[in-house]
């Protein structure tokens, strides 16, 4: 099983702020990669795909890179609307989700 | 606009057993790949199974906790997606969301349906 984990659990940040999530592999998964934005009582909401792809109509401030085993997502200038929890999952062999980075609006 | 609405979520004691439904509407439901992912409560996301388009001949496959006690299936007459769970630990207690795949990744979820598996 692809293990994957993201750092940091929970990050405090000012709007306007430039924010960075990492997410590492256990193991090789190429581009295989989505980012998901989830809100409290929500479900989650695709973000990116194929490591940095970014879904239509997905604000342009939020960017993923990276390929093979270490990936992040940023956010170039945190909005308000940004407070979420974040997660990483890999499509490279089945789904795996990292444990999620909390967002919070200082 | 793609809309995923699950059912059949609800209380059952440990043992038991439940099948979960999800309509779905604002596509050709017999396309794409679909997923079960669930959360626990206050917790991160598991996918749970999965199953392919009839051209794939409808291959299923199962998360390794799950694998032998639920059977992810779809009735594409129906537009619907359905996950049968046999005898269910309290560990199972979740929200259960069904999902849609372009082509590998998961794009969009629905609601979801609360699962919880209590004495």
């Known amino acids: 099983d692809i293990q994957m984990t993201q750092s940091p659990s929970t990050l405090s940040a000012s709007v306007g702020d430039r924010v960075t999530i990492t997410c590492r592999a256990s193991q090789s998964i190429s581009k295989w990669l989505a980012w998901y934005q989830q809100k409290p009582g929500k479900a989650p909401n695709l973000l990116i795909y194929d490591a940095s792809s970014l879904k239509s109509g997905v604000p342009s401030r939020f960017s993923g890179s990276g390929s093979g085993t270490e990936f992040t997502l940023t956010i170039s200038s945190l909005q308000p609307d940004d407070s979420a929890t974040y997660y990483c999952q890999q499509y490279s062999s089945y789904y795996s989700f990292g444990q999620g980075t909390k967002v919070e609006i200082k | 606009e793609v809309q995923l609405v699950e059912s059949g979520g609800g209380l059952v004691k440990p043992g038991g057993s439940l099948r979960l439904s999800c309509a779905a509407s604002?596509?050709?439901?017999?396309?794409?790949?679909m997923s079960w992912v669930r959360q626990a409560p206050g917790k991160g996301l598991e996918w749970v199974a999965r199953i392919k388009s009839k051209d794939e001949i409808g291959t299923t496959d199962y998360a390794a906790p799950v694998k032998g006690r639920f059977t992810i299936s779809r009735d594409d007459s129906k537009d619907t997606l359905y996950l049968q769970m046999n005898s269910l630990k309290t560990e199972d207690t979740a929200m259960y969301y069904c999902?849609?795949?372009?082509?590998?990744?998961?794009?969009?979820w629905g609601q979801g349906t609360l699962v919880t598996v209590s004495s």
């Open positions: 604002g596509f050709t439901f017999e396309n794409p790949w």
């Open positions: 999902t849609t795949h372009r082509y590998t990744w998961i794009e969009n």
